[in-house]
């Protein structure tokens, strides 16, 4: 039963990363059709981060009421109605309207399961959630171009993403007695002093109403929380790398190594390639190695990679093997933060903190992309390195700050 429930979440994780490129891969058909300017792209995803930001920020309220299951299942069902109401929107309002539903449910799936998988798996089962994640992503523009080639257009597209969303809400409502029997034995001894009792906990937690459990924190009380501060910033760095590398990689390559437009294009998803393909292989070493050690790694591999991007060279070979290595390097560093939250700040606040987490993840992916057109239509494009050089040492200076406080903190 273990390996079903675990088999589900997978599952629910490549759903919720199918969506994720739909709006790139459709807005040059899609913004004509509704007559609003190319640039407005970026306020269409900007409105789904907001809402992945509000409902991470929510995350533990909600976690009070329903457990995993039900936030997962009715989530992907959430999911599904805006997919299929965005697929019938013909006004820049109504897809703007549907797409905070979308941020919504997609964030409230997102920060269930992370702290599920955190206090029910191992450390390399949150690596290869994400991986599936990044499946689900990579697969999406295949869904895309196959409705465009039948000529159902775009709404087909969003229509085919949402019935297979419909089909997922279906299996794990149909699927939560699982949820509440594996919450109870599905533990495995982890990280840090007294770990071996958090399986336990959660399941009790799952298995009680949630009106009983305790009041969560709010954001102000979990900001005060000794070395909270250096993590959300350490994580916010982090998906600035990120996020910048894989939306600004082909122009970089197009107007300062002289790649044509379409092989940068496909250049460019040589991150996605290394992201995908790094958690899952970290998947096979990160117990061994430990959260702390997985995260110097990557940042280590990031650093590499950057600096391939960053040097001189005549042919590009070696820019393109560093958007891999940046890949594969980002690669364990989400889920290796995710999962040492428990042993960092305690069990009992890691549902909270998890979600202010990948709030601040979120933030860094609205605010830093923009920031950077900014700095390159005003300094030049060829910054694209040195930006991301200046984000990885911060990312590093804090993630490592947070472990002399937390060596400090255990004398």
Known sequence: MVSLLIALIFLAFVSLGLPVSLVGSVWPILHADIGVPLTWAGIVSTIISLGKIAASLSSARLGRRLSAGWISGLGTLLTAVALFAFSLSRSFFAICAWSLVYGYGSGAIDAALNHYVTLHYRARHLSWLHCFWGVGAAISPYIMGWALARGSGWPGGY??????????????????????????????????????????TAGAEEGTKRTEAPRPPGLPQLLRVRGLGSMLLGFFSYCAVETTTYMWA????????????????????????????????????????????????????????????????????????????????CAPIFPSIIHATPANFGTENAQAIIGVEIASANAGAILIPPFFGVVAGRLGIHLFPVFLLVFAILMILLTERLNRILRYDRR
């Open 159 to 200: 229509q085919a993403v949402a019935l297979l969303q419909l089909g997922l809400a279906v299996v794990l409502l149909a699927t939560l007695p699982l949820w509440l029997r594996d919450g109870r034995t599905a533990g495995y001894a982890r990280l840090g002093a007294g770990a071996a009792g958090v399986a336990g």
């Open 250 to 329: 082909s122009t970089w390559l197009v107007e300062q190594r002289g790649v044509d437009a379409g092989t940068a294009a496909t250049c460019a998803s040589l991150f996605f390639i290394g992201l995908t393909l790094g958690r899952f292989l970290s998947g096979f070493v990160s117990d061994r190695l430990g959260d702390r050690m997985m995260i110097r790694l990557g940042s280590a591999v990031v650093l590499l990679g950057i600096v391939l991007v960053l040097m001189p060279f005549a042919a590009s070979w070696p820019a393109l093997l560093g958007l891999v290595g940046i890949g594969i390097g």
